[in-house]
């Protein structure tokens, strides 16, 4: 044990649940040495914390599409007609969803 390369021990706590997942985690990549896994996993994996605003835009705008559908689709049920007008709002809503859908991607790519 004196020749040991690597004679620093790092020690953590998880709960059932989450030893389950990194069990799972491993033999989804063919390893069952969980020391190098773990050790691999810290020296060389990475976390992505996905922080884009155009994505609650993207929710945002899904919310006030889904509503104004509701709404023209009881106004049609009413009067039997789609108005030019409501056509509109729902292409111009669309070509707004496309917008933020494309900078989503665009910025995804990026990673």
Known sequence: ???RKRNIRIRFRV????KALIE???MQVGTSNMEAYLRKMAIDGYILKL???ELKEMISLLRRCSNNLNQIAKRANQTGRLYGEDM???LQNQEHLWQAANEILGKLSAL
């Open 51 to 53: 922080d884009l605003p």
């Open 88 to 90: 509109g709002d729902i």
């Open 1 to 3: 044990m004196a020749n």
């Open 15 to 18: 709960t059932p649940e989450e």
């Open 24 to 26: 799972e985690k491993m």
